[in-house]
Nanobody, 121 residues
Framework: QVQLVESGGGLVQAGGSLRLSCAAS????????MRWFRQAPGKQRELVAG???????NYADSVKGRFTISRDNAKNTLYLQMNSLKPEDTAVYYC???????????????WGQGTQVTASS
């Protein structure tokens, strides 16, 4: 059983910053790629940023230069530093990770429960 628990969301004025965390726990042998997604009301869930186990990153064009994804492999924790927040960044942010399953011998994809981020204008 694997759990992903996000924290760090909240309400901030436009131009402000927030740092999201996602802690993975449970039966974990190794974690592959980790990602942040977000979903705004009435919109589809979209990929915000991803990071491989080796540290390679990718970002959605809308957040490049403002958001930074990072991870601490020793703590099985994923982070998202969000600067210069805009009202259009308002959404529920979800953590997503590929976790190695000793049962299936493959990576299995897991989701967190989400954390609300609101940037007010």
């Amino acid at each position: 059983q694997v759990q992903l628990v996000e924290s760090g969301g909240g309400l901030v004025q436009a131009g402000g910053s927030l740092r999201l965390s996602c802690a993975a726990s449970g039966s974990i042998f190794s974690i592959g790629t980790m990602r942040w997604f977000r979903q705004a009301p009435g919109k589809q869930r979209e990929l915000v940023a991803g990071i491989t186990s080796a540290g390679s990153t990718n970002y959605a064009d809308s957040v490049k230069g403002r958001f930074t994804i990072s991870r601490d492999n020793a703590k099985n924790t994923l982070y998202l530093q969000m600067n210069s927040l805009k009202p259009e960044d308002t959404a529920v942010y979800y953590c997503n990770a590929d976790v190695w399953s000793a049962i299936t011998g493959t990576y299995r994809n897991h989701w967190g429960q989400g954390t609300q981020v609101t940037a007010s204008s």
